[in-house]
């Protein structure tokens, strides 16, 4: 089951990355590196405060990260959204 989900999320992660890199213009100066990844830690960060109903200590342990550092990460992209 885990190997299928596995290979479901390389799948998606790809067409997603595939299709942002073709709308980027050539000769154009991109951060397609920090935009995809802060992307996609920003969704992950919300999915998981989310599932353990805003408990940040409960999200940092389903995470696998220290709860200091969920919490830096949180501060980060709230302030690069401008919350």
């Known amino acids: 089951m885990k190997e299928k989900m596995d290979r479901q999320l390389v799948g998606a992660f790809d067409h997603f990355c595939l299709r942002y890199l073709h709308s980027v213009i050539p000769g154009e100066l991109s951060n397609v590196h920090e935009t995809v990844i802060?992307?996609?830690?920003?969704?992950?960060?919300?999915?998981?405060?989310?599932?353990?109903?805003?408990?940040?200590?409960?999200?940092?342990?389903?995470?696998?990260?220290?709860?200091?550092?969920?919490?830096?990460?949180?501060?980060?992209?709230?302030k690069s959204l401008g919350g």
């Open 38 to 78: 802060g992307f996609f830690e920003r969704r992950l960060l919300e999915l998981a405060m989310r599932e353990c109903n805003g408990n940040q200590l409960a999200a940092s342990r389903l995470l696998g990260i220290h709860r200091n550092t969920l919490r830096r990460k949180l501060q980060y992209h709230e």
